[in-house]
Structures are given as C-alpha cells and as structure tokens.
C-alpha cells in the first residue's frame, strides 16, 4: 500500500516501449490486390503503409514485446509490476485474458492482470483505469498495453475498410507517485470517458460467439464515424482542458488516436491546437486502434520531441462509440 498522506498521489509514466511485426505492406502492394490507388488512400487517410502480423504472431505476442521494451525502459523487472492492463479488441482467444498471457510470458506470478474493450478509445480508457487504482494507494506499478491484430478481422476484398488498419503494440509503466496535486505534476492530470451504444451500426464487427458463433470481420459506415468524430473529440479535450486549468495553448504534444489524418487536421484546428504540436504517426502504421497513440508516444518519445516535463494530451474516438481523454505531464 502507499501512504496517500504524504501527499496527493499521481500515475507517473516511468517506462515507455513498443513493438511493430516486421512485415510492411504499401499502398503499392494493396493496389495489386483492389481496385484502389496510393493516391486515393492517402488523399482520404494519409496512410502510406501499415504493418502485418505474422501467423505466430497474435496479439500477445506483440504485447509481451511491448511490455518487455516499456520495464526495460524503466529499468525495471516484471516483480516491479501489480498490475497489466491490456487495451485490445482482438484478443488471441475469448479467455483467457491476453493479459494473463503476458503476464505468464513475463514470469509474474502475482498482482492482477485483465483484458479491457474500448475499441481505438481502450489505451485511454486503460490509462485512465490503472489511475484509479494507482492513486487509490491499492497498488504501486501498472502495466497498461495496447496491443492489436486487426488484420485478423478485415476483409481484404473490402477497399474501404482493409486499407486503414494495421497491427502492432505498444506499452507503458506507470507508477504511483506523491506530488503537490496541481497542474504541474508530472503524471496522469485528468481522464474522461464517455459511450453511445446507440452507433453500433456505424463501426462494428458482425460476428462474436454469442451471436455468429465466428469472429466475423469490421464493417464500417466511414463518413457518419468521421461525421461524430471531431466532435466527440473536441468534447473531451475541452472538458480535460477545463478540469486543469490549462489550455491549447499550455500544450507541448497533441498525440491523438492515427485513424485518419483529415479527422486529426480537423479535430487539431478546432481545438486551436498548432499543428506543429500533433504528433502524427498514421502514415507509418495506419489504424492499429487501442495500440496506436502509445506507438505514437513511443515514436515521438524516441525522436526526441517529447520530454520530460512536457504537457501532452492524448484523446482517442473508437466503435461502440467510445471516445475519451487524458491530460499528461511527462
């Protein structure tokens, strides 16, 4: 247990890693397969490529590489961790959790570990779980993971859904920390979460083994998702801005969910956010849901853009729909 007292505790980011398979497919290499161009997807996207998971490569697979890279990067061990919170949607199996599965492939045998679907919005609604517990006093260290397979729920033949998504994971450490409680705590500042079942139709998969008995394959109504999107977006930002105390303009790193350029050009502009601040990464991986924004962490943590200190904020929009955001102090 930690000792609140001592002062108000914050969800601080200490590790930081990911994981991409190997194989790369190109615009180039889908316009050998569909009736589509490398212009028609980066004109509607800005997507360039995506990476592709191997057969022997499922979803735990990708996080237990991200997670090895993440407690590396802290210089800690997995005896360091209470608890692994997986961000997925295509989980290796209905149970168990991929969760536990890393939490085996890492050699804990303690602490709690379970999986958590939010679709592309399940990093930020991870973030934002493994806080509470963190800042409750309950537990110490949080793995929180992104890890996804969406190309096991694609249908190739589909030009308008097969071409935005990708594979990959990423992971961080956060680990319980005393601070002052005000805005210029390193740490996890404020989340907010918010659902509408009411869009299923818009961004679902139709299949599940309580309905189909399969695992079905994505279909989406793109323009009514892009159509709820910004707005969703801009919802939460402003309430997280609200919240602190702080602004657009307090802002060094704007690192949205890669979905789609035109939604983060958008969402950015609304806000009032320079869009020398977005961290964009969806033209290297494309849609790769709950893990994109820790990739898009990881990379612009590795450049050397973000630094400790900086205020970014993270915000993702996904099926169900799920959107949410959080506010971080590196």
Known sequence: MIDAAKGKLRSVVVGLGSYLPKRIVSNADLEKSLDTTDEWIVQRTGIRQRHVAAEDEPTSILGLNAARAALADAGLT???IDLVIVATSTPDYTFPAVATQIQAGLGMHHGA????????SGFVFAVATADKFLVSGSHKRALVIGAETFSRLLDWNDRTTCVLFGDGAAAIVLEATPSAGTSSDRGVLTSHL???????????????????KTTGVLRMAGR???????????????????????????LDWFVPHQANRRIIDASA???????????????MHGNTSAASIPLALAVARDDGR???????????????????????RW
């Open 194 to 212: 918010r659902s509408d079942g009411r869009h299923r139709e818009k961004l679902y998969v139709d299949g599940g083994p309580s309905s189909t």
């Open 78 to 80: 997995a005896d360091a």
């Open 113 to 120: 570990a379970f999986d958590l679907q939010a679709v592309c």
């Open 269 to 283: 502009e609304k806000l009032g956010i320079d869009a020398r601040k977005v961290v964009i990464t969806v033209d």
């Open 306 to 328: 973000i630094k400790r200190g900086d205020l970014v904020m993270i915000e993702a929009m996904g099926g169900g729909f799920t959107w949410a955001s959080a506010l971080i």
């Open 224 to 250: 009514e998702v892009f159509r709820h999107a910004v707005g969703m977006v801009t919802d939460v930002v402003t309430e997280a801005f609200a919240a602190t105390g702080t602004t657009a303009a307090d």
